[in-house]
């Protein structure tokens, strides 16, 4: 530490936030002709971008500064979010907007020959994250910092993130998102935070001098885990967060031994082996998929990330039990589970706790978060595999397996079954570790994301464990939105519009105060303001798309917009399907009666897993119908079908507030919450949707006139797909017509869709043929309704005023008080 005599001199020229236009413009210029080595002869928009940035970047690191040392000062309880994705975006925008700076910077990179856009539109996409979850963590991060959490995210630093879409031929092309080709300024590289991470070798035991049995784990292979720090401005308030991402090096002694025997090819090949665990974002959402790479991914973060939170813990000097009162684990699904083996680990075998001890540290310090039901995304790791990249973490599985057991058979001593229901270890062949049981054995709490999910991961996946540990230990926290960027930076016009009747931007902190626009739902002229808002959002969204897509689509018609990842569950064939019924009808329409139609675009987006076969087909489908839809005469501005390719949080930004109608059409109790929904609502869209997940929550809020709801119930799912297996169902007669229309080669070749066809004619899994026709239904409400300008327009302000509940503020509240603990401190 310094001496206090210098302390004055750092004092002195300790660095400030640029206040004003001007000290902003001076530090661009000093990093356009420093930091870039350029000058104003070649500054071009990406140059100014940087510069720009690296302004903005300095601030923001002053920021961090005085936070983190006023966290570490406070000393108070912090909470850790550990998810393997952060679906950040574009991080200039908010960063402007939420230090309060954007207008200096806007008019002060106006003066010097640029425009504001221009540059937020060189950013890459910091895209480590698939869809729902990766951006839900994201979102929670900036409302952990916007209310004053103490709280760090950690995560790991992709080289690539999740791919790039390109459409060729209506098919789905991945490549590379190599998105560090220029430098990163939104992070700070802490080349001196290293961390040794071991993999495979094997265990050893003995009796140390005071008769104690000592666990070693040795002889492995190691990497190095770096860090990078991400700041984390929260919106209106100097709290700065840090997001600490991981990115894998080799070790040093890795390559020596080689490098010195002159092997230098294979020593190189040893140290590129080491930086691939961090190289790539795997592309599956709500889908498992058990590679090796993935599981050491897990534990390279994981182990990096305790052993960083461990070392934080020790410089305070409190005895171990005490950790619990200072640090709260989030685990993001189950991704990082091995954190509750890990932790138990270092307090056992480094740090010499007991093991009842350590185990209670260990289950007071995590909470659990599960994002969905469906079984194919559950994570089981084949023992063997353990067995091999983790041998003592598989050793200490089996102990608290064995506990476990033999409390739930001293609970219930004539259950056998359950037993092996319970198990950590699936015994199957060959035997699996359930990823999702260990998560729950080892957290205090367990949530579900919206609140029918809640309810049904009780009553169905964890039945057993509401049984063996009561009710209390599982609770919800519903899913929310930060509005920073959901409203306010991708839909400024209505954040202004908002702000005139609310009388401030406060709504953007508490986000309650929307109900204040809820007595001008019928205001004329506040209703003029919101119909122009949304039609300039649909000129820009249109914009986009005649530059992406190469056509026109008219603004005033009904904008209906589907954007997710591709998923059958998500039931975007059911959308298609529903969209070629569409086309169908006006074929069959009379002038007359197509001058009563209702004139829809219809827009798609989002990506497919690149092994997922179905998905690619139903991105086929679509483009197919696209093609043949939008060149029919017959059919001219009454439909226009849109892909719009590399769906991202960038291009939600432009899509989210065009929509008239978004849906989230999944079939009952699949979708565990859905966040866009709110995003869409949020935005003054309505949605088309089914009794599902968040569905169910907006409609509370919002009230049951201001959603088109539609389909079956999740508690006859089970009932209908029965039927489906055993007996003839007949397939829904429009369904039929559409079927034909694809058979007959309407959209190109049909073999292409013969797969397709049958998932629905066979089985009906996510049961698009029983829903078919009540979504036709709402869908001709939605036609109806939409005429009448007046109910529409007051119906989307009266949505919007009760979205107060979907902040993700109040998310981050509910976890705070209910599972973590911790509380808010106020910046001095
Ligand atoms: C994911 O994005 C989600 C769940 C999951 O198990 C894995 C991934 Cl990658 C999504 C849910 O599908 C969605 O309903 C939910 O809103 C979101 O997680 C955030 O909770």
Same mark, same amino acid.
């Given at each position: 530490s310094i001496p206090s005599e210098s302390r004055q001199v750092w004092q002195k020229f300790g660095v400030k936030e640029f206040g004003g236009k001007e000290e902003f413009q001076q530090e661009f210029i000093r990093h356009v002709e420093t #930091?870039?080595?350029?000058?104003m002869y070649n500054c071009d928009d990406l140059a100014a971008y940087q510069a720009a940035s690296q302004a903005i970047r300095d601030r923001l690191i002053v920021a961090w500064n005085k936070t983190q040392q006023e966290h570490t000062t406070k000393d108070r309880k912090r909470v850790y979010y550990l998810s393997l994705?952060?679906?950040?975006?574009?991080a200039m925008d908010n960063a402007m907007l939420n230090a309060g700076i954007k207008d200096i910077t806007k008019s002060g990179v106006a003066d010097l020959g640029f425009k504001i856009e221009d540059l937020l539109e060189q950013e890459p996409d910091a895209a480590l994250g698939n869809g729902g979850l990766g951006r839900l963590a994201a979102c929670f991060i900036d409302s952990i910092a916007s209310t004053n959490y103490p709280g760090w995210g950690y995560g790991l630093r992709y080289q690539y993130g999740i791919f790039k879409q390109r459409i060729v031929d209506g098919y789905q092309v991945e490549s590379p998102d !190599?998105?560090?080709?220029?430098? %990163? =300024?939104w992070e700070i590289p802490r080349y001196e935070i290293q961390i040794d991470i071991m993999f495979y070798g094997y265990t050893r035991k003995y009796t140390n001098d005071d008769g104690k049995v000592v666990h070693v784990w040795e002889g492995g292979e190691q990497v190095q885990a770096v860090a990078y720090d991400v700041p984390v401005p929260g919106y209106g308030t100097e709290t700065t967060n840090n997001l600490r991402l991981w990115a894998s090096k080799p070790t040093r002694e890795f390559d020596f031994e080689k490098f010195n025997a002159g092997d230098y090819e294979s020593s190189v090949r040893e140290s590129q082996k080491a930086e691939t665990?961090? $190289? /790539?974002? !795997? =592309?599956?959402? %709500?889908f498992y998929s058990g590679k090796e790479l993935r599981l050491k991914q897990q534990y390279f973060w994981v182990a990096a990330s305790l052993n960083d939170i461990v070392r934080r813990f020790k410089k305070t000097h409190r005895?171990? @039990?005490e950790f619990p009162d200072q640090v709260a684990i989030q685990l993001n699904?189950?991704?990082? #589970?091995?954190a509750v083996v890990e932790l138990q680990r270092i307090l056992i075998d480094?740090? +010499?706790?007991e093991w009842d001890a350590a185990w209670n540290i260990v289950t007071n310090t995590f909470g659990y978060t599960n994002h969905t /039901?469906? &079984?194919? $995304?559950l994570e089981k790791w084949p023992v063997p595999l353990f067995t091999n990249l983790l041998p003592r973490h598989m050793e200490i599985i089996y102990e608290i397996n064995l506990f476990f057991l033999q409390k739930v058979e001293k609970m219930? &001593? @004539?259950?056998?079954d359950l037993l092996a229901r319970v198990s950590?270890?699936?015994?199957?062949t060959p035997q699996q570790v359930r990823m999702a049981y260990l998560a729950i054995i080892g957290s205090h709490k367990v949530n579900g994301v919206a609140e029918l999910h809640s309810e049904l991961i009780k009553t169905t996946i964890f039945k057993d464990f509401v049984t063996i !540990? *009561? =009710?209390?230990k599982f609770m919800n926290v519903t899913n929310g939105i930060t509005p920073?960027?959901?409203?306010?930076? $991708?839909?400024p016009k209505l954040s202004d519009l908002i702000a005139t009747k609310v009388g401030s931007y406060d709504f953007l902190k508490d986000? %309650?105060?929307? @109900?204040?626009?809820? =007595?001008? $739902?019928?205001?004329p002229k506040f209703q003029d303001e919101w119909v122009t808002i949304k039609k300039f959002n649909k000129a820009r969204l249109a914009a986009h798309i005649k530059q992406s897509n190469g056509f026109d689509v008219n603004v005033n018609a009904l904008f209906d917009v589907q954007v997710k990842r591709i998923h059958e569950y998500k039931r975007q064939q059911m959308n298609v399907f529903g969209v070629i019924h569409r086309y169908l009808s006006i074929k069959a329409m009379t002038e007359e009666e197509k001058k009563e139609a209702t004139p829809r675009v219809c827009v798609f987006g989002g990506k497919s897993a690149p092994g997922y076969y179905m998905a690619k087909t139903i991105i086929k489908l679509i483009n197919a119908v696209s093609e043949v839809v939008n060149a029919d005469a017959d059919v001219g501005d009454l439909l226009k079908v849109v892909f719009i390719a590399d769906y991202n949080v960038s291009k939600a930004e432009i899509i989210v507030p065009a929509s008239d109608i978004s849906q989230h059409?999944?079939?009952? +109790? #699949?979708?565990?919450? *859905?966040?866009s929904n709110m995003k869409f609502v949020l935005n003054g869209g309505l949605i088309l949707g089914t009794v599902d997940g968040a569905n169910i929550e907006i409609t509370r809020e919002v009230g049951e006139n201001n959603i088109f709801l539609f389909g079956h119930l999740a508690e006859s799912v089970e009932d209908l797909r029965h039927k489906h297996r055993f007996s003839d169902v007949p397939l829904d007669p429009n369904l039929a017509k559409v079927f034909n229309a694809i058979e007959s080669g309407t959209f190109g070749d049909p073999n292409i869709y013969g797969s397709l066809i049958s998932s629905v004619t066979g089985s009906d899994y996510y049961l698009v043929s029983d829903d078919f026709q009540s979504y036709l239904d709402a869908q001709k409400l939605v036609d109806q309704d939409f005429k009448n300008k007046d109910t529409w327009v007051s119906r989307s302000i009266t949505a919007v005023a009760n979205?107060?509940?979907?902040?993700s503020d109040r998310a981050i509240d509910e976890y705070a008080e209910s599972i973590w603990n911790v509380e808010p401190i106020a910046m001095e």
């Open positions: #930091t870039l080595a350029r000058s994705e952060f679906l950040m975006g574009r !190599y998105w560090l080709t220029f430098s %990163n =300024p665990i961090s $190289a /790539v974002l !795997y =592309p599956n959402d %709500n005895p171990w @039990k699904d189950t991704h990082p #589970t091995l480094m740090e +010499g706790v /039901v469906l &079984p194919e $995304a219930f &001593p @004539k259950e056998r950590i270890i699936e015994e199957s !540990y *009561g =009710p209390d920073r960027r959901w409203l306010h930076q $991708a839909n986000l %309650n105060l929307l @109900k204040k626009i809820e =007595p001008f $739902a019928h205001d059409i999944s079939t009952a +109790g #699949t979708e565990a919450s *859905g966040t979205m107060g509940f979907f902040s």
